[in-house]
């Protein structure tokens, strides 16, 4: 796949998973991978301050724009901020004031099912809409949340006969079922539940929604999953304890180190096994391309890691 045309192919990606599984980290190497190709790039983060920025070493992001790096401006998007533009939009600025100051906003926002989810939703429409950037990545919020936030235009067009929230809902409908407009990267990691977690909310935002689907993001990754596709006879464990072995027997350590270090080799061979078997089960229940990302040792990728990660995201791309 061309990893250009993966990029303006659609106009708003949202990358959703669930909570802890990488999609604030992802969502900043897509951008950086983005902008690597010469896109100018708008990175968005619903109901969340901070983690987007963090990544690129930058204070909390704002309701308006921020420049994060070269090419790639964010911004964060809370439900509040939505409706006041709404209403300043709809002739109806002078009303924001006391609704504000009466907490009348919050109430609307946080009060009534699925009217948040619409504000947010009926604004990435509008910044999709604009032409605002080559690349709108949005980092959804978690993968529960994230279904019930894609399906709350649904919802609200069952709930809600006519009027300004069913047009907003239909709009809203429109932008996600319509594959050149949006798309769903989930990210995973490869554990049992994020696994599980991601082929049901696949298989729920395409059969509840018809939301198209991306790549699926697999991130963490210990060993990479060859080329052909997973293989679980695949050698190269059996190869790598032998190589184990023979270090230790080249390098002369006493018993006890020795000891050690297989003990820390079996271990990792384990939890590269277990990973091998979660790709697996991915790969037969889930019939989508994958991004691999490799696991990074330490306290977690930072500013200086975001190239090496888009990099690694665009060789998944060419190779997809
Ligand atoms: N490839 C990776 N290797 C190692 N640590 C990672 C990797 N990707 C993310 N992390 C770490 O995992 C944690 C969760 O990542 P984050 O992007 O915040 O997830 P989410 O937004 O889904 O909650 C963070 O501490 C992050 O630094
Ligand atoms: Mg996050």
Redesign the pocket.
Known sequence: MDPSAFFTGTAVHLVA??????????TAALGTAAARLGLEVLLVEIEDWG?LAARFGGRALGYEETVLADRIRGRSLRAEDCLVEYLCGHGLGRLTGPMIDSGLVEVITRGTPGIKDILLLGKIRQLEQSRCADVILV?TP?SGHALSFLRSPQGLLDAVGNGPVHDQAVAALHLLQDAARCQVLL?TTLEETPVNETIETAFRLEDEIGVHLGPVLV??VLARTPRRGPDPSDPSDTDRSGAVDRWIREAGIDAALAHAVQRASAFARRRRDAQRRQVLRLAEQLPLPRLE?????????GPDDLDE?AEELLDGLRAC
Request: proline content about 8%; overall charge positive; cysteine-free.
């Open positions: 998973g669930k909570g802890g599984v990488g999609r604030t980290t992802l983690g980092d978690a990210v991130n963490g990302v490799a696991h990074r040792p330490g306290a977690g990728p990660l």
